[in-house]
């Protein structure tokens, strides 16, 4: 590990632990606006603790959308641009280089104290007519005036560049891509970009960056084999991206076996692109695969001490590439098309360490549907409004269940309820639901026990029915009766 770097995670540590502190005491002592922008638990404070980043691919236009800013301000530690870094974007003319995006990026993430990564220096794809149309010699040329003029333009700015993306072939061959770098330059061209960009920004770690490579294959070990030559003959190179472009049900088994190898020969590894994609639309079975496999990579990568964090590509399913490229697949993000967060949310959360879904004071009890546990805080009666409402077809149906605190502020929440049609409940959201016979106890998610006075918070439920589906009659939070809205 390199000294500067080793410092700069002793910082982080440092800092973690003041924040930990400070959200401990938030939970205690303050009420936070619903919608408050720094959640009571939040991936970001999860992954804080524990001194690791938790990043996001960001699209900058994307901030006007309020939905967007707050999951962005509130959930991550590390930014990074899904395109506003690459090469079309930065130096769109020989010799021109346009930083608005990228510079819109750099101010979000210094504004919001979040790290910034720098994706990505030398790509063959992205990459504007002028470059590619050039010599060998030419070319060399240019890419080192590229990086000289990207890195050195976010030089001190940024924690780590991918600065070579994607430089090995797919497919067995333990080869090259056949890129214009590649056949114009030869092989020297990955080393002369990795000297090019220490040179720009010293205090940069410099990754190299590439897709199915999550496991211990042909691809992989290539790269694994010009980091031992590197590290060798003392060419700079300080870390290893992960994309993690996954299938649903296809997370490789040997993935922290394969971080950790790279770890072993001395540079830091990162899953850099996380999503895991599934024919849409996505049923509850491939949500719930797909959470377990978010959960294996958060956990793999947390095994691996020199895995610095995991970045997902993007946010929500509305914006990700993944329908684009793959038609007919998508529902790949852990915030669905509504920023509703999915499964693989609390996956993530639980992975981090935010595994605890029932009220503080009762950490070691799953949720009975027979006997409502006051969480701490617990209203007065008459001190809740619950509104119910469903959406009825055939024998099936789905409701949503508004739920606002007139008591005293809530740090975690039951809310019970009874069917009186024999309605049966098959999969819910934004809680963790039980059902048993007739009753009902929704308890709250690792995200959204935090309700203040005045609050509201809202869960669904997908169920099934026998051709009548009245509402249930009463509704309880935390034990007490509420009054219906
Ligand atoms: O900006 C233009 C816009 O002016 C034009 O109207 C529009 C018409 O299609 O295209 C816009 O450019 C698009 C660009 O994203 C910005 O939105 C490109 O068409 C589109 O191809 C491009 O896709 C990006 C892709 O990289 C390019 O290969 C995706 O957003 C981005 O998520 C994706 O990210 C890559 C990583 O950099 C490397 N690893 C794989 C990953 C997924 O492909």
């Given at each position: 590990?390199?000294?500067?770097?080793?410092?700069?995670?002793?910082r982080?540590a440092?800092?973690?632990?003041v924040?930990?502190?400070?959200?401990?005491?938030?939970v205690g002592?303050?009420?936070?606006?619903?919608g408050?922008?720094e959640?009571?638990?939040?991936?970001?404070?999860?992954?804080?603790?524990?001194?690791?980043?938790?990043?996001?691919?960001?699209?900058p236009?994307?901030?006007?959308?309020?939905a967007?800013?707050?999951?962005?301000?509130?959930?991550?530690n590390l930014?990074?641009?899904?395109?506003?870094?690459?090469?079309?974007?930065t130096?769109?003319?020989?010799?021109?280089?346009t930083?608005?995006?990228?510079?819109?990026?750099?101010?979000y993430?210094?504004?919001?104290?979040k790290?910034?990564?720098?994706?990505?220096?030398?790509?063959h794809?992205?990459?504007?007519?002028?470059?590619s149309?050039?010599s060998?010699?030419?070319?060399?040329?240019?890419?080192?005036?590229?990086?000289?003029g990207?890195?050195?333009?976010?030089?001190?700015?940024?924690?780590a560049?991918?600065?070579?993306?994607?430089?090995?072939?797919?497919?067995?061959?333990g080869?090259?891509?056949d890129?214009v770098?590649?056949?114009?330059?030869?092989?020297?061209?990955?080393e002369e970009?990795?000297?090019?960009?220490r040179?720009?920004?010293?205090?940069?770690d410099?990754?190299?960056?590439d897709?199915?490579?999550?496991?211990?294959?042909?691809?992989?070990?290539?790269?694994y084999?010009?980091?031992?030559?590197?590290?060798?003959?003392?060419?700079?190179?300080?870390?290893?991206?992960?994309?993690?472009?996954?299938?649903?049900?296809?997370?490789?088994?040997?993935?922290?076996?394969?971080?950790?190898?790279f770890?072993?020969?001395?540079?830091?590894?990162?899953?850099?692109?996380?999503?895991?994609?599934?024919?849409?639309?996505?049923?509850?079975?491939?949500?719930?695969?797909?959470?377990a496999?978010?959960?294996?990579?958060?956990?793999?990568?947390?095994?691996?001490s020199?895995?610095?964090?995991?970045?997902t590509w993007?946010?929500t399913?509305?914006?990700?590439?993944?329908?684009?490229?793959?038609?007919g697949q998508?529902?790949?993000?852990?915030?669905?098309?509504?920023?509703?967060?999915?499964?693989a949310?609390?996956?993530?959360a639980?992975?981090?360490?935010?595994?605890?879904?029932?009220?503080?004071?009762t950490?070691?009890?799953?949720?009975?549907?027979?006997?409502?546990?006051?969480?701490?805080?617990?209203?007065?009666?008459?001190?809740?409004?619950?509104?119910?409402?469903?959406?009825?077809?055939n024998?099936?149906?789905?409701?949503?269940?508004?739920?606002?605190?007139?008591?005293?502020?809530?740090?975690?929440?039951?809310?019970?309820?009874?069917?009186?049609?024999?309605?049966q409940?098959?999969?819910?959201?934004?809680t963790?639901?039980?059902?048993?016979?007739?009753?009902?106890?929704?308890?709250?998610?690792?995200?959204?026990?935090?309700?203040?006075?005045?609050?509201t918070?809202?869960?669904?439920?997908?169920?099934?029915?026998?051709?009548?589906?009245?509402?249930?009659?009463?509704?309880?939070?935390?034990?007490?009766?509420?009054?219906n809205?």
């Amino acid at each position: 590990m390199r000294i500067h770097h080793t410092s700069r995670r002793a910082r982080s540590a440092v800092l973690a632990t003041v924040l930990a502190a400070a959200t401990a005491l938030a939970v205690g002592v303050t009420v936070s606006r619903p919608g408050a922008a720094e959640a009571a638990t939040s991936l970001k404070s999860l992954a804080d603790a524990k001194g690791r980043d938790i990043g996001f691919a960001l699209a900058p236009d994307r901030l006007a959308e309020s939905a967007y800013k707050q999951i962005a301000d509130s959930e991550f530690n590390l930014v990074v641009a899904e395109n506003a870094m690459k090469w079309d974007a930065t130096e769109p003319t020989r010799g021109q280089f346009t930083f608005a995006q990228g510079d819109a990026v750099a101010d979000y993430a210094a504004a919001g104290g979040k790290k910034l990564y720098g994706h990505t220096l030398v790509w063959h794809s992205q990459l504007p007519d002028w470059a590619s149309g050039l010599s060998g010699p030419e070319l060399l040329q240019a890419m080192k005036a590229h990086i000289a003029g990207v890195a050195g333009h976010y030089r001190g700015k940024v924690v780590a560049w991918d600065v070579v993306n994607e430089a090995f072939a797919d497919g067995g061959s333990g080869g090259r891509r056949d890129s214009v770098f590649q056949q114009r330059i030869g092989d020297g061209w990955i080393e002369e970009a990795f000297r090019a960009a220490r040179a720009a920004d010293p205090a940069a770690d410099l990754c190299i960056n590439d897709y199915s490579t999550d496991g211990v294959n042909a691809k992989s070990t290539a790269i694994y084999n010009l980091v031992r030559d590197f590290k060798a003959r003392g060419v700079p190179i300080d870390c290893v991206g992960f994309q993690a472009h996954l299938i649903v049900g296809q997370v490789p088994g040997d993935l922290q076996a394969n971080l950790q190898r790279f770890a072993d020969l001395g540079v830091d590894v990162r899953i850099t692109e996380l999503d895991i994609r599934m024919p849409t639309p996505p049923t509850a079975a491939n949500l719930a695969t797909q959470a377990a496999d978010y959960r294996k990579v958060v956990t793999a990568c947390l095994a691996v001490s020199r895995c610095a964090g995991v970045t997902t590509w993007g946010i929500t399913d509305r914006y990700s590439w993944i329908p684009q490229v793959f038609p007919g697949q998508g529902a790949a993000l852990i915030w669905d098309d509504n920023y509703a967060p999915k499964p693989a949310y609390q996956a993530v959360a639980e992975a981090l360490g935010g595994g605890v879904t029932a009220p503080p004071s009762t950490p070691n009890t799953s949720p009975s549907p027979t006997t409502p546990t006051p969480g701490p805080g617990t209203p007065v009666p008459g001190g809740c409004v619950v509104s119910y409402v469903p959406n009825s077809w055939n024998n099936g149906f789905t409701a949503e269940v508004r739920v606002r605190n007139d008591g005293p502020a809530l740090t975690g929440w039951t809310v019970g309820f009874a069917f009186t049609a024999g309605q049966q409940v098959t999969n819910a959201w934004n809680t963790t639901l039980a059902q048993s016979g007739a009753q009902v106890l929704a308890r709250n998610a690792a995200w959204n026990g935090t309700v203040p006075t005045g609050g509201t918070v809202s869960f669904g439920f997908q169920g099934t029915h026998g051709g009548s589906n009245p509402n249930p009659a009463a509704f309880t939070l935390n034990g007490a009766t509420c009054r219906n809205g």
